[in-house]
C-alpha cells in the first residue's frame, strides 16, 4: 500500500539528511497523512486535496505578501515506501517568511487531525532552538532528529525506547522509524504545554502581522520600469536583491556610458511600489555612488528645487528610484536562466518592449488609476532611538505614563517585546543559583560522541583519574582561612596551619575516616611548608615590616611593648634563614618588593620569563644585567 513504509532498502538513520543538506536561510516541510482507511488512489487524492487546500489557505492568508526569495509551495514525494507532501522554501534574510509557513501548517494541522506536519531547516529542529529554555536534558541536539512533529495544532515529541533510557544513551531516528511510531503508538507521545509556548512564541502576530511586514513607498523610475512593477509586482525581491549582492558583472554595465541599457533613465515618473520591510531597509541602507548616466538627472533635480525654493522632499524618491532601477537593469542580464517563474516572464517583457517601443506603455492618465499609486508609508520603524535600547537592555521601563505612551523607538512593538525577552531570558541564566563550584552541567547527551572509536583507549586511561576528581571535594571557607593565615591577616578559626588542628567541614562525599585523616595530614605538610617559604622570603613579616617602615619614616623606636609583640609574633618554627635575608629587616616593604622583582627578572638571563612578561605589561623595559659578569671578570 503507497501509504505504509516498507521494511526493506533503508538502513536506520539514513536519512538524516533531512534538515541538514538543505543551504543556508532555506527549510523543509513534510505533510504525512496517517490514515489506514484510505489506499491507492483514494489516498492520493487525499493528499492532493490537503495541498490544494494549503495553497488556498496561503493564499488567503498572505495574498498582499512579499516573499524575499521563495514562495510556499507543495509536491508529492515517495522515498523509502513512504507517500507524503513536502516542500522547501528559500527564505534569505527574512526569517519572517520561515514563522508564516509555520503559522500556515500548524493551522491547517487544526483542520486535519489525522495530518502529521514535520518542519525543519539548516539548523535542524529550530522549533526546539525556540523552545531551548523548556525542553528537558534528554532532548539533546543530537538525538532530536525526526522527533518534533505538529499534530493538531499542538507539538508533539516522540520519546525515548525503553532500551534508549535504560542506557541513558539515546539516538536519532530515521525518517521511516518516526512515521511508523506515530502510526503504532501515537499515544506515547510526549505533549509538553511549556515546550509548545516558547517553540510557537513567535506565531502569536499571525495573521496581523502580515499587513505589517508590508511597507509601500514612493520612488522615482523610468515609465518602462513602473509598467513592468505593475504587471510583475512578485519580482521586486529578484531587483532588490541583485542590487544588494551586486557584483561586478552588474556594475559595470550600469556604469559604462556607450553600453546600451534595457532601463535608461528617462520619461521618469513617481510611483508607489510596494516592498517588505525587509527588502525596503536593505534598498534603503545600500550607500551607492550615482551611476554617470544618472548624474545630470539629479544635478538637474537639485538645481529645479533650488530655483524654485520648494522644499527637497522627493530627493529620496529619486535615489530609491536610482537604486531600484539599477537593481533591475542587472536582474535583467541573467533573467533567462532564473528559476523563478516571475522573473524569467520578466525577460520576456522586457523583450517584447524592446522591440514594440513605447506604444504599449500606460499614460499619465493610467497611472493615476492604479490603487496606492501615491501611497507612502511611515518610514519610523526604521529608526532605532539608542537611549529606549540601552534601557531595554538594563531592564528598565518608562517612569512616567508619557513616556509609556509616546513611541517606543524602536518602530515595531514586536521587536521590542522580543528584546525584552532576549534579556529576562539571559537575566535568568546570570541569577540562576542552582549552578554550583562546577558552572553550568553538561549532560552526557551533549557530548560530543564523533571520536569514541578513536578515543577509546584514551577515554579508558582517563577514566581511573576521572573518579579520583569526583572523591576530591574542595572547602572554600577552610582554603580562605588558610590562605588568610599564610599571608599574615588575621583570621577568626585558626586552621591546622598553625594550631596543628583542621577545624574546616569535613569532606562531604568522603566517608572513609583513614583517607581523611591521611589527607589533613597532606594538606597540613604542604601548608607548613609553603608557610616556612614564605616566610623565609620576608613575605609573612608583615608587622615586623612595617614596624621598621614606620620607624625610618618618623626616625622614632617602636616601644618595648610593641617590640615584644613583634618577638612573640616572629618566634614560630621555620627553617633556617640565609645571612642575606638579615639585611633586609630595616628596609621598606617596597623596597623588598623590588629587590625581589629584580632578581626574578635578573634570574632569567636575558630571556623571557614570567617577571619581564609582567613588567612589560605594566610598561616597563628593563635592561639586560651584565654588570655582575664584568665585575667578576
Known amino acids: 500500500m503507497a501509504n505504509h513504509p516498507t521494511e526493506e532498502g533503508t538502513a536506520g538513520g539514513e536519512n538524516q539528511e533531512f534538515g541538514r543538506h538543505l543551504s543556508e536561510n532555506s527549510m523543509e516541510y513534510m505533510i504525512f497523512l496517517l490514515e489506514d482507511s484510505l ?34 509551495r507543495l509536491s508529492i514525494a515517495s522515498e523509502q515506501g513512504l507517500l507524503y507532501l513536502c516542500g522547501t522554501t528559500d527564505y534569505g534574510d527574512a526569517v519572517e517568511d520561515e514563522w508564516l509557513i509555520v503559522y500556515v501548517l500548524r493551522e491547517l494541522s487544526k483542520r486535519h487531525p489525522e495530518i502529521f506536519v514535520r518542519v525543519a531547516d539548516e539548523d535542524g529542529e529550530f522549533l526546539l532552538v525556540e523552545a531551548a529554555n523548556a525542553l528537558p536534558n534528554w532532548l539533546s541536539p543530537e538525538i532530536d532528529h525526526c522527533r518534533v512533529w505538529i499534530q493538531g495544532g499542538k507539538l508533539q515529541i516522540i520519546p525515548l525506547q525503553k532500551e534508549e533510557t535504560k542506557s541513558s544513551v539515546g539516538k536519532s531516528l530515521a525518517l521511516r522509524e518516526a512515521v511508523q511510531f506515530l502510526r503504532n503508538d501515537s499515544d506515547k507521545l510526549i505533549q509538553s504545554p511549556s515546550i509548545e509556548d516558547e517553540a510557537f512564541y513567535r506565531l502569536e502576530k499571525y495573521p496581523e502581522h502580515v499587513e505589517a511586514s508590508i511597507h509601500h513607498c514612493t520612488v522615482t523610475i523610468p515609465r518602462k520600469l513602473a509598467h513592468i512593477i505593475h504587471e510583475l509586482p512578485k519580482t521586486i525581491s529578484a531587483a532588490v536583491e541583485a542590487f544588494y549582492l551586486r557584483d561586478h558583472t552588474g556594475m559595470k554595465k550600469i556604469i559604462s556610458e556607450s553600453e546600451e541599457l534595457y532601463l535608461p533613465p528617462k520619461d521618469l515618473v513617481t510611483v508607489s511600489v510596494k516592498f517588505s520591510r525587509v527588502l525596503f531597509a536593505q534598498l534603503r541602507s545600500q550607500r551607492f555612488g550615482t551611476p ?62 524592446q522591440e514594440d517601443g513605447d506604444a504599449e506603455l500606460p499614460t499619465n492618465e493610467d497611472i493615476g488609476q492604479w490603487p496606492d499609486v501615491r501611497r507612502n508609508d511611515n518610514e519610523s520603524w526604521l529608526d532605532i532611538n539608542y537611549e529606549d535600547f540601552e534601557r531595554e537592555l538594563k531592564g528598565k521601563r518608562p517612569k512616567s505614563s508619557t513616556e509609556r505612551n509616546k513611541d517606543s523607538g524602536f518602530g515595531d512593538s514586536r521587536t521590542q517585546e522580543d528584546l525584552r525577552k532576549i534579556v529576562s531570558r539571559f537575566e535568568a541564566f546570570l541569577n540562576n543559583d542552582s549552578a554550583g563550584l562546577d558552572g553550568a552541567e553538561i549532560n552526557e547527551m551533549d557530548m560530543d560522541n564523533d571520536d569514541e572509536d578513536s578515543d577509546t583507549n584514551d577515554d579508558e586511561s582517563d577514566e581511573n583519574s576521572d573518579m579520583e576528581d569526583k572523591e576530591v571535594s574542595f ?72 614596624s621598621e617602615q614606620s ?18 609574633f ?64
Open 292 to 353: 554617470p548616466r544618472w548624474q545630470a538627472v539629479i544635478q538637474g533635480y537639485d538645481e529645479g528645487n533650488h530655483l524654485n525654493g520648494e522644499p527637497n522632499q522627493n530627493k529620496l524618491a529619486l535615489e530609491d528610484g536610482v537604486k531600484l532601477t539599477c537593481g533591475y537593469e542587472m536582474l535583467a542580464i541573467t533573467a533567462e536562466e532564473s528559476k523563478t517563474r516571475a522573473v524569467r516572464e520578466f525577460a520576456i517583457m522586457i523583450q517584447d518592449l
Open 39 to 72: 489506499e491507492g488512489i483514494k489516498y492520493l487524492n487525499r493528499l492532493e486535496s490537503i495541498s490544494k487546500e494549503a495553497v488556498r489557505f496561503m493564499e488567503s492568508v498572505a495574498k498582499n505578501y512579499v516573499w524575499q526569495r521563495d514562495e510556499f
Open 551 to 568: 620607624r625610618l619614616r618618623t626616625g622614632k623606636e617602636p616601644s618595648e611593648k610593641a617590640k615584644g609583640n613583634q618577638k612573640k
Open 570 to 633: 616572629t618566634e614560630v618554627p621555620v627553617l633556617p634563614e640565609e645571612d642575606e635575608a638579615d639585611t633586609d629587616e630595616d628596609v621598606d616593604i617596597d623596597y623588598n618588593l623590588a629587590k625581589n622583582l629584580l632578581e626574578s627578572f635578573k634570574s632569567q638571563g636575558g630571556t623571557p620569563g614570567p617577571t619581564g612578561n609582567l613588567l612589560g605589561l605594566m610598561g616597563f623595559q628593563l635592561p639586560r644585567d651584565e654588570d655582575d659578569g664584568e665585575k667578576e671578570g
Open 475 to 546: 572547602d572554600e571557607e577552610t582554603f580562605s582561612r588558610m590562605m588568610k593565615e599564610m599571608m599574615g591577616l588575621p583570621v577568626d578559626n585558626p586552621t591546622m596551619a598553625s594550631t596543628g588542628q583542621y577545624k574546616g567541614k569535613p569532606a562531604a562525599k568522603n566517608n572513609n575516616a583513614q583517607e581523611i585523616r591521611a589527607e589533613d595530614e597532606e594538606i597540613k605538610n604542604l601548608s607548613m611548608q609553603m608557610e616556612a617559604e614564605l616566610k623565609d622570603h620576608g613575605a609573612l613579616r608583615l608587622d615586623e615590616l612595617k
